[in-house]
């Protein structure tokens, strides 16, 4: 079996599209395709996403065929343990990946075409630099706070104070010093641990349920700040998934934290912020305004950043290859399966 592929990086984050070999998604509307890819060829997921060909932070497209009306095409978005509702530095990544394979026309000096995502309709815009795509932005779905000052015990932290927001997937959102961390200093190691720890915590103890749908009712991670001011650059690092480490600020992170800024009155309709990660990598944010959405003070946000081609190539599946659908290494030699 074959597994044709591009990938771009936005920020240094991955963006692995396959192109052919993926089987064709049935399902009537994008969730029903996210369900079927889940349930029916999630070893593909796998085989692209994990070793030998992917690693434990690479991350994935499956383009699908759109259910809205508006949107040019579907994506579903992966990563090392399934698939997520949103992805921000995918998104601007497909912005290239879509006018350069011919699936949008291109307009100078600025191409505008919608996709669909997990989460919603997303609008993009490309800018056409000659015949290159440069700076990319999109429009969220709508973005809101779900919780503020939430108190979570977490093991080896006392009692942690966090907000939670959304911006096309659900994050934790708190300063590094809410830790008793400092971001720019402390080992990274210990930042995603602790990050971890209050994902877990969360998940165990707390029901997150979307005001429309159930399917996009789950903690995806959390987002420890700095210290940055709202009129200043900020840094931040995203642990989603199963303790993944997003090199890029994360644009659905992104979102979640200008909504929950916002939400605060640090941030007034139109200001930009700039966001950078772990790379050094900058995505840019601004609340453009309210949206009639039923959760409270819901805003749209536009991010932007910009992708790179990395390569395009072909996978292939052998069928006695025990290895050939992915593996993740094991903590200790015993959660070996031995035939």
Known sequence: MRLSYIDYHTCGE????????????????????????????????????????????MYGVIPVQASHPEAAFGVLFTHNEGYSTMCGHATIALCRYAIEQGLVAATAPVTR?????????????????????????????????????LVVPVPGFGDVVTDIAYGGAYYCILPASRFGL???????????????ALTDQVRASRRITHPTEPDLGFLYGTIVTDEAGPE????NLCVF????????????????????????????LGQR?????????TFTGKVIGPVD??????????????GHLAGEGSFVIEADDPLGHGFSLPKRFAEIAVP
Request: with cysteine; net charge negative.
């Open 241 to 268: 998934a199963e303790r993944q480490i997003d090199r890029s600020p994360t644009g659905s992170g992104v979102t979640a934290r200008m909504a929950l800024d916002h939400a605060k009155g640090l941030i007034p």
């Open 14 to 57: 991955p963006v692995r599209i396959v192109t052919a070999g993926y089987p064709q998604l049935t399902g009537a509307s994008i969730l029903d395709k996210r369900r079927q890819a889940r349930e029916e060829h999630d070893h593909l997921r796998r085989a692209m996403m994990l070793e030998p060909r992917g690693h434990d932070g």
């Open 113 to 149: 075409f919608s996709i669909e995502a997990p989460c919603g309709l997303v609008r993009l815009s490309c800018e056409i630099e000659g015949n290159k795509v440069g700076d990319v932005s999109f429009e969220s779905v709508p973005a809101f706070v779900e919780a503020r000052d």
């Open 232 to 235: 200043q650059d900020s840094f």
């Open 293 to 306: 959405f039923p959760a409270a003070s819901a805003v749209t946000v536009e991010v932007g950043g910009r």
């Open 182 to 196: 400092d971001l720019m200093q402390t080992p990274v190691e210990e930042i995603v641990a602790a990050a971890g």
């Open 273 to 281: 912020r700039r966001i950078r990660s772990i790379t050094g990598g």
